[in-house]
């Protein structure tokens, strides 16, 4: 029997832009469900024109809206509102990015959605959640994490003065867009079982908030003075057997020697006569040990230690750039990164199983791509559609060969 992917048959209504909807149901994308994007003609998800653009289209964006269909759609317009709600009736699942109410003032509030399908789910993504005093604050990626307690938690600088914000986007990725898969994976399958819809709120904050769960549990343990402060605690730069160290060319070593038997077959490959439990004395003897380290892994170049470390285990990886990790072994053997049939390199998802798609058709839809055949596919006549199509309510993309 050939195996299929784990969201084969589900559909689902994608009316979000920019980055946390869209990795949301990119994942679910991969995992073989049937994602359907609205976009506004002639604009399209905003992503798509975020430099550097690849052939006319935002990179960032075709990263995370390969295996999806592009519908462009007027939704501040009558007929426009009616598709949508046509397409949610048949649609298992809605996700939707916009600040709470603006849903609503559309006439797709969940009220609605439920009119069109009994049973729908709805998942909403916001960056402080559907209620509170913040419901309707705009914020970004950098506030979420500060409101979460994450920023203060990275070190300052030895001027007192906080670094620059993370590269990675991790309220947008993991506090909307893989909580949002998580709460869509669980009501699918209470769906099944009670047959009831939901609207799923998920709040950015309260993602990365949740991320917090062990830093919380140390500030109820040791109490507000007594906890270590930022760069003094275990695992963020307190300790001198986990950390980055410069080697002799300018590169970088991460060490993460936490265990004694790591910390020991470090001190071996190092040259250091020191005892697994004297690498991870208390402190007082942390800035002493660290000034060591440092001083002997700056001695030899990148590769060298590569070398050293290669058959021992003591978690001590090279920092990776990104243009080496396309080539590093372990990426190769697992193929994470292969050329769609665009031309175009892009990653697989992270799970490895008989569950995700195995769709050839990875790329990124233009805009309006699909929106003829998802139209057709909702009922509309060929009149009804060329219809909307005159009068701009729904846009197709002229290239893509549609008739």
Known sequence: MPLTSALDGIRVLDLTRLLPGPFATLVLADLGADVMKIEQPGVGDYLRMVPPLVDGTGARFRAVNRGKRSLALDL????????????????????????????????????????????????????????????????????????????????ADSSGQHPAPLPVQVADLVGGGLYAVVAILAAIEQR????????????????????MASEMAELLAFGATSRPAAGDGLLSGGHATYGVYRTADD???????????????????????ARADEMLAGPERQAELRSLLSERIASRP??????????????????????????HPQ??????FRHDRDGALSMDGPVHTPCTSSTEDRRSPKLGEHTVVLLEEAGYSDAEVESLLRSGVAQRDELSGED
């Open 302 to 327: 990148l590769d060298a230690w590569k070398t050293a470390f290669a058959d021992v285990d003591a978690c001590v990886e090279p920092v990776l750039s990104l243009e080496e990790l396309v080539s």
């Open 331 to 336: 990426h190769v053997s697992r193929g994470v």
């Open 192 to 211: 099944r079982r009670d047959g009831a819809p939901r609207h799923l709120d998920i709040s950015m904050t309260e993602g990365v908030l949740a991320l």
């Open 251 to 273: 590169r970088f070593l991460s060490v993460g020697s936490l265990e004694p038997k790591f910390a020991g077959t470090l001190a071996a490959v190092l040259g250091f006569e």
């Open 76 to 155: 501040s317009h009558p007929e426009g509102r009616a598709v949508a709600l046509r397409l949610a009736a048949r649609a298992d699942v809605v996700v939707e990015g916009f600040r709470p109410g603006v849903m609503e003032r559309l006439g797709l509030g969940f009220d609605s959605l439920q009119a069109a399908r009994k049973d729908i789910l709805l998942c909403s993504i916001s960056g402080y959640g559907q209620d509170g005093p913040f419901r309707e604050r705009a914020g970004h990626d950098i506030n979420y994490l500060a409101l979460s307690g994450l920023l203060a938690e990275i070190p």
